[in-house]
C-alpha cells in the first residue's frame, strides 16, 4: 500500500529536549515536504526536499533542521524544542513528474507534538 | 508570500443541505485544489483544477477555478455525516518552483 508513515504520532516533550520526527514514504518519490498545522493558520510548510541532498527552508523553518540522505527519508529535527513547537505536524511527498500535472500531495497521519 | 484567505472558518449544518467554501487571493495561481482531512488524518486531495474558468465535480462535490485565477470554490450538494472534516483550498504556482500555499480551512460539521 501507497503511503507516507511518520512516527511517533504523538509526543509530549519538555522544552530543551532533543527530538526527531521520522517520515518514510514508499512511493519513490522525489519530493518530500514538511507542514505545521496550527489552528486559524492551516498547513505552512517548515522545510522541502526536491531530491537525495536537496533541501530548502519553507516558510518556518526557525527552530527545525532536515535531512534527505535517502530518497525515502525526510526527518524532521528539533534541537531544542521550545513551548511554540507545539503543534501538528505533517510530512508529504510526491513523484515530480506528476507535480506539473497534478499538484497531489501525499500526506502523512500526522505527529502531533507537545512541547511543555 | 501569498496569502489565502478561506472562508467560512466553520460551518454547522443539517445532514441533507448543500454546502459552499471559497478561497481568494492577492496574488494568481496556476493551479487551485482542494483537499479534506478527516479527523485524526493528513488532508487527501479531493479536487484538482488546472485552468481558469474550469468547473470539475468529483461527486457530490463540485469546484471552480475562478476567471481572474485568484478565487475558487467548492460546493458539496446534500451533506452527509461522513462529511464532517477541514476543507483546504491550496493554491500552486508553477512559476515559483511550484510553490504551493494553504488557506486556514474550513471545518465542517453535519449534523445527523
Known amino acids: 500500500e501507497a503511503q507516507v508513515t511518520q512516527n511517533p504520532r504523538y509526543l509530549i516533550t519538555v522544552t530543551g529536549k532533543k527530538l526527531t520526527v521520522t517520515c518514510s514514504q514508499n512511493?519513490?518519490?522525489?519530493?518530500m515536504s514538511w507542514y505545521r498545522q496550527d489552528p486559524g493558520l492551516g498547513l505552512r510548510q517548515i522545510y522541502y526536499s526536491m531530491n537525495v541532498e536537496v533541501t530548502d527552508k519553507g516558510d518556518v523553518p526557525e527552530g527545525y533542521k532536515v535531512s534527505r540522505k535517502e530518497k525515502r527519508n525526510f526527518p524532521l529535527i528539533l534541537e531544542s524544542p521550545s513551548p511554540n513547537q507545539t503543534s501538528l505536524y505533517f510530512c508529504?511527498?510526491?513523484?515530480?513528474?506528476?507535480?506539473?500535472?497534478?499538484?497531489?500531495?501525499?500526506f502523512g497521519e500526522g505527529s502531533r507534538l507537545t512541547v511543555l | 508570500g501569498q496569502q489565502l484567505n478561506q472562508s467560512p472558518q466553520s460551518m454547522f449544518i443539517q445532514e441533507g443541505e448543500d454546502v459552499s467554501m471559497n478561497c481568494t487571493s492577492s496574488?494568481?495561481?496556476?493551479?487551485w485544489l482542494w483537499y479534506k482531512q478527516d479527523p485524526g488524518e493528513g488532508p487527501v486531495l479531493l479536487i484538482a483544477l488546472y485552468k481558469a474558468g474550469e468547473l470539475t465535480s468529483n461527486g457530490r462535490l463540485t469546484a471552480q477555478f475562478g476567471i481572474t485565477r485568484k478565487d475558487s470554490f467548492l460546493n458539496i450538494s446534500a451533506s452527509i455525516p461522513s462529511d464532517v472534516g477541514i476543507y483546504f483550498c491550496?493554491?500552486?504556482?508553477?512559476?515559483?518552483?511550484?510553490?504551493?500555499?494553504f488557506g486556514a480551512g474550513t471545518r465542517l460539521t453535519v449534523k445527523p
Open positions: 512511493m519513490n518519490h522525489e519530493y
Open positions: 496574488s494568481i495561481f496556476n493551479t
Open positions: 491550496a493554491g500552486q504556482n508553477l512559476y515559483n518552483n511550484n510553490d504551493m500555499r
Open positions: 508529504a511527498s510526491h513523484a515530480t513528474g506528476s507535480w506539473l500535472n497534478t499538484g497531489e500531495l501525499f
